[in-house]
């Protein structure tokens, strides 16, 4: 039972456009939403994070949007660069529990 | 400041060799995990130690076994590899697991391949 799905495992753009990264979760408990970015042969690291008691974090360039009866948070990357280039892992959890990973989106952006 | 050392960063195997990965950090974390990841499956969890003396099964478990050293320390420990072990494990911490978004931070991994 995959509580955290991101359906698209690729995505590309032009470098300076917007990157959508999706995620969809099916455990209303959540209460914090994360997202990491993974370079080749580097560990996930932290990128940003929301309440659910949110409906958007902003930090410089990437905000994420929450739309909880959705069940439904979105990564946007604005411009994007070609050092966005990575993989985006999408990942919940409920107080007092352990993070729930994505399967990770794979963004292209291209110069 | 080198947050999360994982230790080898490669290692080849045989079926039914046994090895152990090692991993610390200097960021005086309580909680502490082993993730393993593999193609089209995201970040799996195979166990986690919320403080010092305790450790938990996450979702993979199976084949597995972890010891909390201390707190610094956190090893994963393959008792008898299996081909379907094979895959890039990383080791990650936290601050705490009550509350909050329990932001991880991970190590760079360590690529092991069974054959």
């Known amino acids: 039972d995959q509580q955290v799905k991101q359906n698209s495992p690729s995505l590309s753009v032009q470098e300076g456009r917007i990157s959508i990264l999706n995620c969809d979760y099916t455990n209303s408990m959540f209460d914090y939403f994360l997202w990491y970015k993974k370079y080749p042969a580097e560990g996930p690291t932290f990128l940003i994070s929301?309440?659910?008691?949110?409906d958007k974090n902003e930090d410089g360039r990437f905000t994420v949007f929450l739309n909880k009866s959705a069940k439904h948070l979105s990564l946007h990357i604005v411009p994007s660069q070609p050092g966005d280039s990575a993989v985006y892992f999408c990942?919940?959890?409920?107080?007092?529990?352990?993070?729930?990973f994505g399967k990770g989106t794979k963004l292209t952006v291209n110069p | 400041n080198a947050g999360v050392t994982q230790t080898p960063k490669f290692q080849v195997l045989k079926t039914g060799q046994s090895m152990t990965l090692q991993c610390a950090q200097d960021?005086?974390?309580?909680?502490m995990y082993w993730y393993r990841q593999d193609p089209g499956m995201g970040l799996r969890l195979i166990y986690y130690s919320a403080s010092e003396g305790t450790t938990d099964k996450g979702e993979v478990p199976n084949g597995y076994n972890v010891s909390r050293l201390n707190k610094r320390e956190f090893s994963l420990r393959l008792e008898s590899a299996a081909p379907s072990q094979t895959s890039v494990y990383f080791c990650?911490?936290?601050?705490?697991?009550?509350?909050?978004?329990?932001?991880?931070?991970f190590g760079a991994g360590s690529r092991l391949t069974v054959l």
């Open positions: 929301i309440s659910s008691i949110k």
């Open positions: 990650a911490s936290s601050e705490a697991g009550v509350s909050g978004a329990n932001v991880l931070t």
């Open positions: 990942a919940a959890r409920k107080t007092t529990e352990k993070l729930v």
């Open positions: 960021m005086n974390h309580n909680s």
